[in-house]
């Protein structure tokens, strides 16, 4: 790893694995909530993290914690917003709050869940059953977008100005055009959940209910098939540089590369941070650098570059329970760690 991160740890490598704390969680935060984590997302030095009971936290280095009563229930989705994020509940509520701890309601959909939420500069979108709604800055009632199914995923282009939705039998790309939005179907037969853009826009991946991923080279509408998971694929992440979509659901980070113009076509991932035969749950990717954090099903932590298959770098020790979000603030100074059954790591990865 180019960065403060390898050379800050790689003296730690030989702690890993004991019954004893790795140096990061020895000076970090450990705390154990019994609350299912959630979600957790990068707020420029802060990490937003939501929780099965409906609340927010944000954590910020030198400061303590701060907790915000948000959702009368579980938080279904969230993302990072201008200041704050945007959350989704079973509640039916769909929600901004910002980092002092202020809540606005942007639209309550009665007895129907908030299941997915997206925001850019323009638009703010969430999604209730076969519907997105979205939003823009000069009108405060959303635009209905209807699909065929249930939608299990949306998101934004870099650019802000597509929307993608993932549903059953494919996806949809909307597209703003005047003042009416327009739609473009990509197909391939199962239940499609998570959706991401890559990072230059061309093209489209989503997590299937299969183990399996599917994509679209969005100009020709080109399949892309990656499949062979032993796993459902619960967490994916772009690492910069290539770039590569880094995913869960082996029993290691499975690394595609996106670069040229056929992507991962007739090519195969790079795979790194095996764990002792452990299933990977959730990953994240070190911004800046070609690495990334694995976290697996045991509980434990590891860092590793993509360009180096059997280095990894202890973060975390097992706790026996799977690790479900991680982040790391905006210049690279912390990660928070969390898990299903609510332990909570918050700690500097520089000294």
């Given at each position: 790893m180019q960065s403060t991160l390898s050379l800050d740890l790689h003296?730690?490598?030989?702690?890993?694995?004991?019954?004893?704390?790795?140096?990061?969680?020895?000076?970090?935060l450990n705390i154990q909530t019994d609350i299912p984590v959630v979600d957790a997302v990068t707020i420029t030095e802060s990490v937003a993290v939501?929780?099965?009971?409906?609340?927010?936290?944000?954590?910020?280095?030198?400061?303590?914690?701060?907790?915000?009563?948000?959702?009368?229930?579980?938080?279904?989705?969230?993302?990072?917003?201008?200041?704050?994020?945007?959350?989704?509940?079973d509640d039916g509520r769909f929600l901004r709050i910002t980092q002092d701890?202020?809540?606005?309601?942007?639209?309550?959909f009665d007895s129907k869940w908030v299941d997915c939420v997206a925001s850019s500069k323009n638009y703010s979108a969430c999604s209730s059953g076969n519907s997105a709604y979205v939003w823009d800055e000069l009108h405060s009632r959303p635009t209905r977008l209807e699909h065929p199914s249930t939608i299990g995923g949306l998101a934004f282009d870099a650019k802000g100005r597509r929307l993608a939705v993932a549903h059953y039998g494919g996806a949809t790309i909307w597209e703003k055009h005047k003042n009416?939005?327009?739609?473009?179907?990509?197909?391939?037969?199962?239940?499609?959940?998570?959706?991401?853009?890559?990072?230059?826009?061309?093209?489209?991946?989503?997590?299937?209910?299969?183990?399996?991923?599917?994509g679209w080279r969005v100009r020709d509408k080109a399949n892309l098939a990656m499949s062979g998971y032993p796993a459902k694929i619960k967490s994916f992440d772009w690492v910069e540089g290539t770039p590569f979509l880094v995913t869960s659901g082996a029993h290691e980070a499975v690394c595609w590369p996106?670069?040229?113009?056929?992507?991962?076509?007739?090519?195969?991932?790079?795979?790194v941070a095996s764990n002792n035969n452990e299933l990977v749950t959730?990953?994240?990717?070190?911004?800046?650098?070609?690495?990334?954090?694995?976290?697996?099903?045991?509980?434990?932590?590891?860092?590793?570059?993509?360009?180096?298959?059997?280095?990894?770098?202890?973060?975390?020790?097992?706790?026996?329970?799977?690790?479900?979000?991680?982040?790391?603030?905006?210049?690279?100074?912390?990660?928070f760690i969390g898990d299903a059954k609510g332990n909570l790591l918050w700690t500097r990865l520089v000294g």
């Amino acid at each position: 790893m180019q960065s403060t991160l390898s050379l800050d740890l790689h003296s730690q490598m030989s702690a890993f694995p004991t019954a004893q704390r790795t140096e990061l969680e020895k000076r970090g935060l450990n705390i154990q909530t019994d609350i299912p984590v959630v979600d957790a997302v990068t707020i420029t030095e802060s990490v937003a993290v939501s929780f099965g009971d409906g609340t927010v936290r944000f954590f910020r280095p030198g400061l303590a914690y701060t907790t915000v009563e948000a959702h009368k229930g579980v938080i279904l989705s969230m993302v990072a917003d201008t200041g704050g994020v945007l959350t989704g509940g079973d509640d039916g509520r769909f929600l901004r709050i910002t980092q002092d701890g202020a809540t606005e309601e942007i639209y309550k959909f009665d007895s129907k869940w908030v299941d997915c939420v997206a925001s850019s500069k323009n638009y703010s979108a969430c999604s209730s059953g076969n519907s997105a709604y979205v939003w823009d800055e000069l009108h405060s009632r959303p635009t209905r977008l209807e699909h065929p199914s249930t939608i299990g995923g949306l998101a934004f282009d870099a650019k802000g100005r597509r929307l993608a939705v993932a549903h059953y039998g494919g996806a949809t790309i909307w597209e703003k055009h005047k003042n009416r939005w327009k739609s473009s179907r990509l197909v391939w037969n199962g239940s499609h959940n998570h959706i991401t853009f890559s990072p230059d826009g061309k093209f489209i991946v989503t997590a299937m209910q299969e183990n399996a991923l599917h994509g679209w080279r969005v100009r020709d509408k080109a399949n892309l098939a990656m499949s062979g998971y032993p796993a459902k694929i619960k967490s994916f992440d772009w690492v910069e540089g290539t770039p590569f979509l880094v995913t869960s659901g082996a029993h290691e980070a499975v690394c595609w590369p996106f670069d040229g113009k056929f992507g991962p076509m007739e090519r195969k991932p790079v795979c790194v941070a095996s764990n002792n035969n452990e299933l990977v749950t959730c990953v994240t990717a070190l911004p800046g650098d070609e690495a990334l954090f694995a976290g697996f099903r045991d509980g434990s932590v590891l860092a590793a570059e993509v360009s180096d298959s059997n280095g990894v770098i202890p973060i975390r020790k097992a706790t026996g329970s799977e690790i479900t979000a991680m982040a790391v603030s905006a210049c690279n100074t912390h990660i928070f760690i969390g898990d299903a059954k609510g332990n909570l790591l918050w700690t500097r990865l520089v000294g």
